[in-house]
């Protein structure tokens, strides 16, 4: 069955730390991925998004994600957090006209 | 202005009734969602509408489930013959696109959703 895993759903940065959030996608073929975020308040926006070719894909907000088929992982980066980016991160993959979200990570950044 | 709203917050209903739930999307917003969410699980899409186009039909779990939308407004989504596994929160968001007729696909590449509180739905 198509599935997406976030295995993590609370995590905790200071400001300035490296951030890493864990996705793990189950799919027929190579699916489409994406990574949204929800504010507290606010809509879900697209952060980034691969669908083929470099697998390293970047995104605003200096967002970066990384697609692993061997590992069937599409992990969302960023070097050095901002407070402003605490909300909730949702994975999310899928192929033509279908979505699949992952149950999402909450992220609290700690100043 | 006011977000997307919906209604009842909560339902408790029987096996094998009739529920239907409310949406009011945010004034304007052209394109309406609704997903279900069940108990430590993602969001699973369920139906999409696009201004006066044909909806989007392709993620509703079974012919117990369907939608309505009048125009641009309110839609209504309405489960028959619930059945235990229906318990989950259904999670209403709006948008808006200036590009019509364009697919969920379309609009999962550049769009970005408000939700509404959702309503927790559980069958007994």
């Known amino acids: 069955a198509q599935s997406v895993t976030q295995p993590d759903i609370h995590i905790t940065v200071s400001e300035g730390a490296s951030l890493e959030l864990r996705c793990n996608y189950s799919?027929?073929?190579?699916?489409?991925l994406f990574w949204y975020v929800q504010s507290p308040g606010q809509g879900l926006q697209l952060l980034l998004k691969?669908?083929?070719?470099?697998?390293l894909v970047q995104g605003i907000k200096g967002f970066e994600a990384e697609f692993k088929r061997s590992q069937s992982s599409f992990n969302l980066r960023k070097p050095s957090v901002h407070w402003s980016d605490a909300a909730e991160y949702f994975c999310v993959g899928g192929g033509y006209n279908k979505l699949i979200f992952g149950a999402g990570t909450r992220l609290a950044v700690h100043p | 202005g006011a977000g997307v709203s919906q209604s009842p917050s909560n339902k408790v209903t029987e096996k094998g009734k009739d529920v239907e739930l409310r949406c009011d999307p945010i004034?304007?917003?052209?394109?309406l969602y609704w997903y279900r969410q069940r108990l430590g699980q993602g969001l699973e899409f369920l139906i999409y509408f696009q201004g006066n186009s044909a909806p989007d039909k392709s993620g509703l779990p079974s012919d117990r489930f369907s939608a309505e939308r009048t125009g641009e407004s309110v839609s209504t989504l309405t489960i028959q013959r619930t059945q235990q596994e229906d318990s989950a929160v259904y999670l209403c968001?709006?948008?808006?696109?200036?590009?019509?007729?364009?697919?969920?696909?379309?609009?999962?590449?550049?769009?970005?959703?408000?939700f509404g509180p959702g309503t927790r739905l559980l069958v007994l």
């Open positions: 691969y669908f083929s070719g470099d697998t």
């Open positions: 968001a709006s948008s808006f696109t200036q590009s019509r007729g364009v697919t969920l696909w379309g609009l999962a590449m550049q769009e970005t959703q408000y």
């Open positions: 004034s304007g917003h052209t394109a």
């Open positions: 799919y027929g073929a190579t699916p489409y």
